[in-house]
């Protein structure tokens, strides 16, 4: 053991309360799979499509402060879930730490 881990307290037993994402990434909430087609045919149990989509939880203080990028919280968002990194956070595990070049669109109402 080094001097390092030491001086580390280590609490595994440790609750945390938020999750702040850094350099350029957003924390979102995966929206949940869908159960029922578009036109209105209910799966089975064992089958659903999945979702990507989901609503951003925080954005990191990088994405926050630059104002070429569109993203704020609580944007619902499209996003690619090969570099979705998953938060075991919550139980249902539906919180993911996603790079902003994997998020390809956001949804906006026309006013």
Do not use: Q
């Not at 580390?8 to 799979?33: A, Q, S």
């Not at 690619?80 to 139980?91: L, Q, T």
């Amino acid at each position: 053991m080094d001097s390092f881990d030491n001086e580390m307290d280590y609490n595994t037993d440790e609750i945390f309360e938020t999750v702040e994402p850094v350099g350029k990434r957003v924390l979102i909430r995966k929206d949940n799979d869908k159960k029922e087609t578009k036109g209105g045919i209910h799966l089975p149990d064992n089958i659903e499509i999945p979702t990507l989509t989901g609503r951003i939880v925080a954005v990191s203080a990088e994405v926050e402060s630059d104002p070429m990028v569109p993203l704020r919280r609580y944007d619902k968002v499209l996003f690619d879930p090969k570099g979705a990194i998953p938060v075991d956070f919550e139980g249902s595990n539906r919180l993911f730490v996603i790079a902003l070049e994997n998020v390809v669109a956001v949804f906006r109402r026309n006013s």
